[in-house]
């Protein structure tokens, strides 16, 4: 039996009264933190060899407007733009987030984009041949073929922005014809370059890989993430039986979220970016299956706290911290499986013990 843990200012054992009558709760005046002034210097040995590169990193902003703990969600590769983005993160400016008035602690994600002035904005001719012949090859089950032109493309990389989506969303093509979803699905994230609209893909393949990564969200029962792909991937949508199955699958995982299920999500710490994932629940806890997890963090809209990950106790995060990032710190390649508890008791202030 798992004890339960609630976050105040500190993290405490709490014992959780019985629900009571909610009382009448005045309206919330929140305003999230904004960028005042962000400056990216480019990466010396990026630009001599005219490198493109973008970084999606989370941070916190303090109530002074200072960054701390930024993280590295992901990014298009290179150590050179992870490290420039994460120097000019924390020496840009920026707004604190506000709550009645008053500033706070909160959580930001943003995109820094790398590119440069004057760079062709489209696929070279040999490098269109290449992919082209590459997801012809898969789609026709050469495996040889594909695997050669695999290596040519990966040795040659990609010269900017719109290479690096094209070249991603092959091979995601090409971890689906090998059966690894994870494989595929880390590539589809990386052809998107979170990007809101087709800003490196052909509309109708930017279309399909938010189809492919709604469909993969929805596998895994990352369901903050599978109706962020929703939201991007509705408006896009012209084919109307398509457009009926996926809102049934849209409305399976409302319901989920809503039932009284545990939502169990399988997680691996990345060599390069950790793990982390949106909660749509407040309760949950975490199970090793391999390797160590040594720390938890919460990256919430208005609050931060990290805590040491203990295997006997669940955790529960008060609504007033807003919507939360779990982030999972351990050993390199540690699995493990976040579980997301249906919400037992009525949500009240925590008594100590």
Known sequence: MRKIYSFCLSLLICVLPQAT???????????????IELRLHYPAIDLQNGNEGWVEAHMMVSPEGKVYEPVIIDS????????????????????????????????????????????????SREFHRDITEFIASIGNGDVEAAGKYREQLLLRGAKNLFEDAWLNFAMANYYQASNDKEGQYR???RAVAYES???????????????SMFALNVERSDFAAALATWKMLEPRLQDNDLKARLNNLVHEVRTAIE??????????????????????????????????????????????????????IAFRVPKAYGACV????????????????????????????
Request: aromatic share 8%; proline share 7%; charged share 30%.
């Open 187 to 189: 590539h589809l994230k």
């Open 259 to 312: 039932g009284d299920s545990a939502i169990r999500v399988k997680g691996q710490i990345d060599q390069g970016y950790g793990w982390a994932m949106k909660l749509v629940r407040s309760e949950f806890f975490v199970e090793p299956s391999e390797g160590r997890i040594s720390e938890l963090k919460l990256r919430c809209e208005k609050q931060y706290i990290g805590f040491p990950w203990r295997p006997d």
């Open 76 to 123: 298009s590769g290179g150590a050179g733009f992870e490290r420039a983005a994460i120097r000019a993160l924390k020496k840009g400016k920026f707004k604190p987030a506000s709550l009645h008035g008053e500033p706070i602690d909160a959580g930001m994600r943003l995109k820094l984009t790398y590119r440069l002035k004057n760079k062709s904005q489209t696929v």
């Open 21 to 35: 009558r909610a009382e009448a709760t005045p309206v919330e005046s929140y305003i999230p933190p904004e960028r």
């Open 197 to 211: 609209k087709e800003s490196f893909l052909p509309a109708s393949l930017f279309q399909s890989a938010l189809v």
């Open 326 to 353: 779990l982030q999972g710190i351990g050993d390199r390649a540690a699995e493990f499986t976040a579980v997301q508890m249906p919400e037992a008791c009525g949500e009240s202030g925590p008594e100590r013990p």
